[in-house]
T-cell receptor, first 116, second 112 residues
């Protein structure tokens, strides 16, 4: 089954304790992206990757890191989490990014992070 | 910068009736793509319908259709014969090369 898999689904942690949210897709997609969803703000992009070893900042990258060593995986790293990073996070992928891309993005089921 | 505006934070509809959700966008691109996503309480993001800006014909998917007015930069979603399972948050989104730009969403309630 074609899917984007995120783990964990839920996490409660404390300020400053490094954490990683994993994202994996099995569709051989080149493009992957991370979004955060906050009430009243919709979804905002954190980081994206057009292909392996190519990553770039989105609209709200502060406090986050990513890597794209393999095509299928795109982990989101919070090296020193803070309470303002409490949010619902989504990983998404599509076959291509770029100017001519009309493919919809496929989303994972979301990760609810609570940072105390 | 690309912006997407959904002016209706909440809407309600009676089961079996029709409802229209509004969306306007601003873009400097000549070629772009527009989407409606549904987010039910399970919080999954589910693609409802998409529209290529170069196509004049409005997209349709079963009970879902759009009214795409390119000159007015308007992209509304019409849901016909509303069902209880249509209750969800609906997000309008515009695709630019590196990302989707989302509106803030409209919460749709379907009354039995």
């Amino acid at each position: 089954e074609a899917q984007v898999t995120q783990n964990p689904r839920y996490l409660i942690t404390v300020t400053g304790k490094k954490l990683t949210v994993t994202c994996s897709q099995n569709m051989n997609h080149e493009y992957m992206s991370w979004y955060r969803q906050d009430p009243g703000l919709g979804l905002r992009q954190i980081y994206y990757s057009m292909n392996v070893e190519v990553t770039d900042k989105g609209d709200v990258p502060e406090g986050y890191k990513v890597s794209r060593k393999e095509k299928r995986n795109f982990p989101l790293i919070l090296e020193s989490p803070s309470p303002n990073q409490t949010s619902l996070y989504f990983c998404a992928s599509s076959l291509y990014g770029g100017r001519t891309s009309n493919q919809p993005q496929h989303f994972g089921d979301g990760t609810r992070l609570s940072i105390l | 910068a690309q912006t997407v505006t959904q002016s209706q934070p909440e809407m309600s509809v009676q089961e079996a009736e029709t409802v229209t959700l509004s969306c306007t966008y601003d873009t400097s691109e000549s070629d772009y793509y527009l989407f409606w996503y549904k987010q039910p309480p399970s919080r999954q993001m589910i693609l409802v319908i998409r529209q290529e800006a170069y196509k004049q014909q409005n997209a349709t998917e079963n009970r879902f259709s759009v009214n795409f007015q390119k000159a007015a930069k308007s992209f509304s979603l019409k849901i016909s014969d509303s069902q209880l399972g249509d209750a969800a948050m609906y997000f309008c989104a515009s695709r630019v090369p590196e990302k989707l730009v989302f509106g803030k969403g409209t919460k749709l309630t379907v009354n039995p």
